[in-house]
């Protein structure tokens, strides 16, 4: 399956707890979105890397939030100190270069995030 | 997204066409797209417009563009029971920082 992998698909955790998750882009994408989804809503963006360097971030994006994309491949997203507001889906998408047409974004399946 | 808005239902009988609407407030946006999601999954991209174009069509789907109204919809002809599932329109603004601004999905139902 070449397309965007995310790991885990579902993650439980109690409030004040770290988790940590995983996300593989398509191999020749050098563009990674993270985005939030809660229920019944669309995607919210929260940051993106083009390769290695993360380029922006939401305001979403608490301090408790951290991204990281070290060698340009997978990515990780951090949430320290969860929270019950956290509960949502967390997608990843990846693209090649500018986003259009050409190169839309391609998402993962996301990992569902429950806090209690 | 507060930008972006659609109509959260839409339920039409198998062999129907039906439409899906999206209107945007970005007159800048240069791509429009839909992605589907069906439950527990992420987000597939059926289709997409260039803001140049009013009219696009791909197999069984249609895209529809009006700049002035700044009014997207998708029309999905011989709807199935395999289209149920959340629609989003989504934009992508001119200038903006690499990311899309998405609506709150559609929810459509196919009736047998």
């Known amino acids: 399956d070449t397309g965007v992998s995310q790991d885990p698909r579902h993650k439980i955790t109690k409030r004040g707890q770290n988790v940590t998750f995983r996300c593989d882009p398509i191999?020749?994408?050098?563009?990674l979105y993270w985005y939030r989804q809660t229920l019944g809503q669309g995607p919210e963006f929260l940051t993106y890397?083009?390769?290695?360097?993360?380029?922006?971030k939401s305001r979403l994006l608490s301090d408790r939030f951290s991204a990281e994309r070290p060698k340009g491949s997978f990515s990780t997203l951090e949430i320290q100190r969860t929270e019950q507001g956290d509960s949502a889906m967390y997608l990843c998408?990846?693209?090649?270069?500018?986003?259009?047409?050409?190169?839309?974004?391609?998402f993962g399946n996301g990992t569902r995030l429950t806090v209690t | 997204g507060e930008d972006v808005e659609q109509s959260l239902f839409l339920s039409v009988r198998e062999g129907d066409s039906s439409v899906i609407n999206c209107t945007y407030t970005?007159?800048?946006?240069?791509?429009l797209y839909w992605y589907k999601q069906e439950p527990g999954a992420g987000l597939q991209l059926l289709t997409y417009?260039?803001?140049?174009?009013d009219m696009k069509q791909d197999q069984r789907l249609t895209v529809l563009l009006n700049k002035k109204d700044k009014h997207l919809s998708l029309r999905i002809a011989d709807t199935q029971t395999g289209d149920s599932a959340i629609y989003f329109c989504?934009?992508?603004?001119?200038?903006?920082?690499?990311?899309?601004?998405f609506g709150s999905g559609t929810q459509l139902t196919v009736l047998p």
């Open positions: 191999s020749e994408h050098n563009r």
């Open positions: 989504a934009e992508y603004p001119r200038g903006s920082a690499r990311q899309l601004t």
């Open positions: 890397f083009q390769n290695e360097a993360q380029l922006e």
């Open positions: 970005d007159s800048s946006s240069t791509y």
């Open positions: 417009i260039f803001s140049n174009m």
């Open positions: 998408a990846s693209s090649l270069g500018t986003v259009g047409g050409d190169s839309p974004l391609h």
